[in-house]
């Protein structure tokens, strides 16, 4: 069957809208040229929304910018790209006291900002909201911001299928919008879609965080870099029937202890900076003490703290423990490890360009290098906002030396055939083999036969729908494909990276996966 699309003419178009993509807004706005916002779901549905611990950035008396870069190069492993982590602290500052200038209110001690720590950072430097709403504020303000410029439209509840590529040049996107498919051409894209988390049974993201950007991107022909750097976050709450909700790292920063099922302390055991080591080093000693104790989670003990300061400092947390009957100031919470945040993404420049001509991104569904192979904690809302406006700087430099797109095909989209599967029980079982053979530890066997599963759906791949959750399954399984053939590919354990087969840094072991395909024509 065949389907056709009307046509949408825009001067920029933002495909996403958490932090990356609302701060690009923002500064596109101030072109004076038409922008258009689409976003998958509800404006605010994005992981920028559930952000608790806050924002990492060098603006406290104790510290300074060189010990920030220090911190995010340690963390990365040996990964990071020097330029970029330098690009992101120093102009971090700037752009988060733009963001007050903007209406940001985040908390303080007196008149003075109050600063918190978090795992592998030096310094107390992590900026928080209403004690663990810091991604929810920062939401708020943008909305509101980019509210105040009548040349920014959205359009909501609008999955993206495609990007629309001719003569190597990223034209716009098609979506699907109701019963209808929309093409939408633009100057210039700047691709801000988030990360892939719903490729995991465990993860603390939205629902809509089903690697939509990336997979389009690859299909497209950008190049995708160290796709197999999933980041899994140690503390994610574990009650039977409760959602997977995210434990901030700054709980143990305010002094959380983890303790194994049989409510022994073991962090110590495993690094020198017990619970504030890395998160990749937390995540795997969480992993190894719920195999010695043969149980499905350990715990995070609270229970020191007063109550007045944990409903103080963590109130959303308090709140929703108890919604699911665990008082966080009586007693440890049960927790294990959740997926997270993909390091790897859209290969970009440190300002935003793609190998795809017209193409920019940022956000979590880029890499620009700043993550490396691990995460610093709170370094993903900095990267949202810093990025996120030097990407729009230069897709309005790009944008504004080409001319409105006139006319415009109308892109003719061929439905196929499911053959038989149910979507709902491949999208189960494609989270399943993901958690289980390409998700905390791997090794070549469990990648072999996480391979063998996924061919099982490769005709899903190919056979396009253009219902959410036909799209949706299709942008999991590639980016499923592009995360085990990058974990193939790197034989080595570096950072969130961990092989058991393969434990050590081997020779050759310092580069970066990368893939890239001949993109698929929609025409």
Known sequence: MEAVSRVKHTDFLVIGGGAAGLRAAVELAGTGCKVLVVTKDRPVES?????????????????????????????????????????????????????????????????????????????????HARGDSTGREIMRTLIRTVRTHRNVSRLSHACSVDLVVSDKTCRGVLVSQGSELVVCYARAIVLATGGAGQLYSRTTNPLVATGDGMAMAYRAGALMEDMEMVQFHPTSLYVPGAPQFLLSEAMRGEGGILRNARGERFMTHYHEDAELAPRDVVTRAIVSEMV???????????????????????????????????????????????????????HTDVDGRTTVQGLFAAGEVACTGVHGANRLASNSLLEGIVFGARSARTAAAYGLAKERPRGGQKVRVIIG???????????????????????????????????????????????????????????????????????????????????????GKEKGWKRHIRLQRAPEPLF
């Open 47 to 127: 992981s920028t929304e559930y952000a608790q611990g806050g924002v990492a950035v060098a603006l406290s008396d104790e510290d300074e910018v060189a010990i920030h870069f220090r911190d995010t190069l340690r963390a990365g492993d040996g990964l990071c790209r020097a330029e970029s982590v330098r690009t992101l602290v120093e102009e971090g500052p700037e752009e988060i006291g733009r963001l007050m200038e903007w209406g940001a209110q985040f908390d303080r001690e007196g008149v003075k900002l109050a600063f918190a720590r978090e795992g592998a950072h030096s310094r107390r430097r992590i900026l």
């Open 292 to 346: 010695r104790s043969r149980s499905r989670n350990v715990y995070l003990d609270m229970t020191h703290l007063s109550r007045e300061f944990l409903k103080r400092r963590f109130p959303r947390i308090y709140a929703t423990c108890l919604t699911y009957d665990v008082d966080i100031a009586d007693e440890p919470v049960p927790v294990s490890p959740a997926a997270h945040y993909f390091m790897g993404g859209v």
């Open 417 to 503: 055939e499911r053959g038989g599967h149910d979507l709902d029980k491949v999208r189960s079982e494609l989270r399943r083999v993901m958690w289980d053979r390409v998700g905390i530890i791997r090794c070549a066997r469990s990648l072999e036969q996480a391979e063998e599963r996924l061919r099982r759906w490769d005709r899903l791949r190919t056979c396009q729908g253009v219902s959410r959750g036909e799209i949706e399954l299709r942008n999991l399984l590639d980016v499923a494909w592009i995360v085990l053939e990058s974990a193939k590919r790197r034989s080595n354990s570096v950072g969130a990276h961990y092989r058991s087969d393969h434990k």
